[in-house]
């Protein structure tokens, strides 16, 4: 029985050493650092999506608070018309002109105030995807922008 002799001299303890030297280098210099950029890119990806999922969120309020306040306006002018409409006369013409000037004041100051807000947000969000995008091109690219 004839069988193959693996002869195992120095130059194996070698290139087993070179091996091993060259995986703990390569895992400290390259492996450890991307994996450490990716994990930090998707955390701050991540952010930035709770971020302007909160922003929608917070726009699609003021949206349902404006929407709110328009019924309201709408409600409250519709009810004053109807008892202006059971009262009758010349008092009539007056009230129902003063409630229009009140409920188109109310609307209009709603909605100044919900664009002003959901301008401030859009701003606020607007500026942070520039810095975050210039980051996330800088993390991917590896150097500056």
Aim: no cysteine.
């Amino acid at each position: 029985m004839s069988g193959v002799i693996i002869d195992l001299d120095w130059s194996f303890v070698i290139q087993l050493a070179i091996v091993l030297v060259l995986m703990v280098l390569l895992k400290q210099l390259i492996f450890d650092p991307y994996l450490k950029t990716l994990g930090e890119r998707d955390r701050r990806i991540g952010d930035v999506r709770r971020d302007a999922l909160a922003l929608r969120q917070r726009a699609d309020d003021l949206a349902d608070r404006y929407g709110k306040g328009q019924r309201e306006a709408r409600e409250a002018a519709y009810a004053a018309r109807q008892a202006l409409r059971i009262e009758g006369g010349s008092e009539k013409v007056a009230l129902v002109t003063e409630a229009r000037g009140e409920a188109g004041r109310s609307v209009e100051s709603t909605r100044a105030q919900v664009e002003t807000e959901v301008g401030e947000a859009r701003a606020r969000l607007l500026s942070q995807v520039d810095d975050l995008a210039r980051l996330v091109v800088e993390k991917v690219l590896g150097r500056g922008v």
